[in-house]
């Protein structure tokens, strides 16, 4: 009688589950994505949630709390760009410089020329001039302005967009002379001036050109400010940093009303 074949025992494993957690959870930073040596407590902290990691274990990440440091940074930074030159435009205007203005009349010296002895004024910076005629209606017309070069100060009439030169104001002389081919019964030259305290007023040259430095560095600001926010808001909050990210939204929001205030005071001081 033949033997009977013994029998043969096959083991089958269970399919493996995928996603199984197993050993010990870990604590990872919102910041680094390191590891943090520390016990995992019983209770979940706000702002800190539970995924699975790459190799199956289960992770828990911590982001990093609300900090007001990072959020004075986000939303202090580019305000202050924009203020720091603000403020140095508002404070440049000086208010003790001694402003003057004065009317002085002219005499006919033969056909239509008119002139007047008056000395160039010395240690004061004159900032504008004009000339009045006998016929006021044209006035509206017709009106006159000065360049100043740093010598003579020359009388420019502006007539349906003509510019013509009918006068000036001689430095060496001191001697006005107006002639723009009309005879009238009265002409007048008025002028300003401004005292800023020097001997040949070159102060006051120097305090316009300052002024005009810092409105263009805010109107640079207004356009780098805006920027400069939308940047620092992004960063902040792909990395977690809800501070830098919120600082951002901050100067963002406040930059219109900031940028029209600056808008005003270079309208003022320039």
């Known amino acids: ?6 029998p043969v025992e096959i083991e089958v494993n269970p399919p493996p589950q995928e996603n199984l957690f197993s050993g010990q959870p870990q604590v990872m930073s919102g910041l680094t994505g390191s590891p943090i040596n520390a016990e995992i407590p019983l209770q979940q902290s706000p702002g800190a949630v539970f995924t699975i990691g790459p190799d199956g ?29 603000l403020f140095a435009l508002i404070i440049s205007e000086d208010d003790n410089h001694d402003w003057n203005w004065d009317t002085r009349e002219l005499t006919l010296d033969s056909g239509t020329e008119y002139s007047l002895e008056l000395e160039y004024p010395k240690g004061v910076y004159v900032t504008d001039c004009n000339m009045l005629t006998s ?16 010598g003579d100060i020359e009388i420019i009439s ?49 305090d316009g050109d300052v002024q005009e430095a810092f409105a263009m560095i805010t109107s640079i600001m207004c356009f780098i400010v805006p920027i400069l926010s939308i940047i620092l808001l992004a960063v902040g909050f792909s990395t977690g940093r809800q501070g830098l990210g919120m600082g951002g939204v901050t100067s963002l929001i406040a930059y ?8 005003l005071a270079i309208f003022e001081y320039t």
């Open 1 to 6: 009688m033949e033997n009977e074949p013994s």
């Open 57 to 85: 274990q289960m992770i828990l990440v911590e982001n990093p709390p609300f900090s007001w440091k990072q959020f004075g940074f986000g939303a202090g930074i580019p305000l202050l760009l924009l203020l720091a030159p």
């Open 135 to 150: 016929d006021i209606d044209r006035y509206y017309d017709v009106y006159y302005s000065c360049n100043f070069d740093g």
């Open 158 to 206: 502006y007539e349906e967009g003509e510019r013509t030169i009918v006068g000036n104001w001689s430095n060496s002389t001191g001697t006005i002379v107006f002639d723009d081919g009309n005879n009238w019964t009265w002409v007048t030259f008025e002028y300003g001036t401004l005292d800023c305290g020097e001997p040949t007023g070159e102060v006051c040259y120097h």
């Open 256 to 263: 219109p009303f900031v940028a029209f205030f600056g808008c």
